[in-house]
């Protein structure tokens, strides 16, 4: 994932890949018991040491940035099974609808 850039601080429905990688980087560093950890994604949050607790406030702090709901269920798929490509994706297809809404 890429470092953060200005860009990533203004929610936009017109995000794109770098943007919304850059942006779920700089929320979820904040949560990394190791912050200078490299991580993909295909790393999971059990492999990233995030718990659900955090979990959940990284998907606050998403919806806050992005301006977009996440259909996030914990029930549908263990937390710390989920991976940040997963994450990625669900950020993409919130900022897709709101698109398409507007």
Known sequence: MSAASTAIDRPSAAANEEDVEGGLFTIVR?????PDAAWTAQTTMDEAQIDSLDLVEIVFEIEDRF???????ANTKPAGEITFGEVVGMI???????????
């Open 30 to 34: 904040k949560y990394l018991k190791s």
């Open 67 to 73: 301006g977009v709901e996440i259909n996030f269920n």
């Open 92 to 102: 993409r297809a919130a900022l897709a609808s709101k698109a398409r809404a507007a």
